[in-house]
Nanobody, 128 residues
Framework: QVQLVESGGGLVQPGGSLRLSCVVS????????MYWVRQAPGKGLEWVSG????????RYADSVKGRFTISRDNAKNTLYLQMNSLKPEDTALYYC?????????????????????WGQGTQVTVSS
């Protein structure tokens, strides 16, 4: 059974940091492209960042570039998103997702929820 379980969200003040984790099971993580997507209240899905299978290729949305870092530990079947210098506009439900395609992982296609390919999300709230 495929599972993607996000954690690490919470309430943080502007300028603060959080690290999201996504532990996966039920598929071969080490050969799967991964990415993060978020959805702010009342808004659509926004691709945030993607990473290749080996972890040495990444891409970021302009809105988070220089502040967020995506990484993965294939030995632990875990995807991460280190978020620094958080802003109120980063408030959203953050999803991790898996895909077989580079274009989807790297944000060249419009994100769309797929059962079995996305986690349930973890809430990040940036507020003073």
């Amino acid at each position: 059974q495929v599972q993607l379980v996000e954690s690490g969200g919470g309430l943080v003040q502007p300028g603060g940091s959080l690290r999201l984790s996504c532990v996966v099971s039920g598929f071969t993580f080490s050969i799967t492209w991964m990415y993060w997507v978020r959805q702010a209240p009342g808004k659509g899905l926004e691709w945030v960042s993607g990473i290749n299978t080996g972890g040495d290729g990444t891409r970021y949305a302009d809105s988070v570039k220089g502040r967020f870092t995506i990484s993965r530990d294939n030995a632990k079947n875990t995807l991460y998103l280190q978020m620094n210098s958080l802003k109120p506009e980063d408030t959203a439900l953050y999803y991790c997702a898996r895909t077989w395609t580079m274009t989807q992982a790297m944000g060249f296609t419009t994100p769309r929820y797929e059962h079995g390919y996305w986690g349930q999300g973890t809430q990040v709230t940036v507020s003073s």
